[in-house]
T-cell receptor, first 114, second 113 residues
Framework: EAQVTQNPRYLITVTGKKLTVTCSQNMNHEYMSWYRQDPGLGLRQIYYSMNVEVTDKGDVPEGYKVSRKEKRNFPLILESPSPNQTSLYFC?????????????FGPGTRLTVT | DAKTTQPNSMESNEEEPVHLPCNHSTISGTDYIHWYRQLPSQGPEYVIHGLTSNVNNRMASLAIAEDRKSSTLILHRATLRDAAVYYCILRDEYTGTASKLTFGTGTRLQVTL
């Protein structure tokens, strides 16, 4: 089954404790992204990657890192989480179809930083 | 990417058609119109996209006004499983980043028996 998977789905952590949220897609998509979703603010892009070893900042990259060593994986790293990073996080991968890009989203990771 | 305007919420009865409107008066000639939906406790899901002509797929139809300043997502027979937030998004073919979609607040669709 074609899908985007994220782990963990739920995470509660404390301020300053490094964490990684994994993202994997099995559709051989070149493009991958991370978004965060907060009430009243919609989804905002954190980072994106156009291919292996190619990453760039989205709209809200502060406090986050990413890497793209393999095509299928795009982990999100919080080196020193803070309470304002409490949010719902979505990973997505994209494919070009019929002249434009369709995005496929993972199930989400709900992160709480205390 | 140009801005879209959608109603905050809509209601529909099950098994009736639903027309979800979207205004995008500042759309440019290279903007594609995308629709995504987000079911409760799930990630957004691609529904449909189009440029100028009306589009149909297994999930829905997209009707695009002749001047492209508005569009309508049509669910032909709403079911309880269609209750979700529906997002209308414009994405420029040439300047938009392949990975980026700018989500607004969308329309929350409620479907009742």
């Amino acid at each position: 089954e074609a899908q985007v998977t994220q782990n963990p789905r739920y995470l509660i952590t404390v301020t300053g404790k490094k964490l990684t949220v994994t993202c994997s897609q099995n559709m051989n998509h070149e493009y991958m992204s991370w978004y965060r979703q907060d009430p009243g603010l919609g989804l905002r892009q954190i980072y994106y990657s156009m291919n292996v070893e190619v990453t760039d900042k989205g709209d809200v990259p502060e406090g986050y890192k990413v890497s793209r060593k393999e095509k299928r994986n795009f982990p999100l790293i919080l080196e020193s989480p803070s309470p304002n990073q409490t949010s719902l996080y979505f990973c997505a991968s994209s494919i070009r179809r019929q002249g434009n890009y369709e995005q496929y989203f993972g199930p989400g990771t709900r992160l709480t930083v205390t | 990417d140009a801005k879209t305007t959608q109603p905050n919420s809509m209601e529909s009865n099950e098994e009736e058609p639903v027309h979800l409107p979207c205004n995008h008066s500042t759309i440019s000639g290279t903007d594609y119109i995308h629709w995504y939906r987000q079911l409760p406790s799930q990630g957004p899901e691609y529904v449909i996209h189009g440029l100028t002509s009306n589009v149909n797929n297994r999930m829905a139809s997209l009707a695009i006004a002749e001047d492209r300043k508005s569009s309508t997502l049509i669910l032909h027979r709403a079911t309880l499983r269609d209750a979700a937030v529906y997002y209308c998004i414009l994405r420029d073919e040439y300047t938009g980043t392949a990975s980026k979609l700018t989500f607004g607040t969308g329309t929350r669709l409620q479907v009742t028996l």
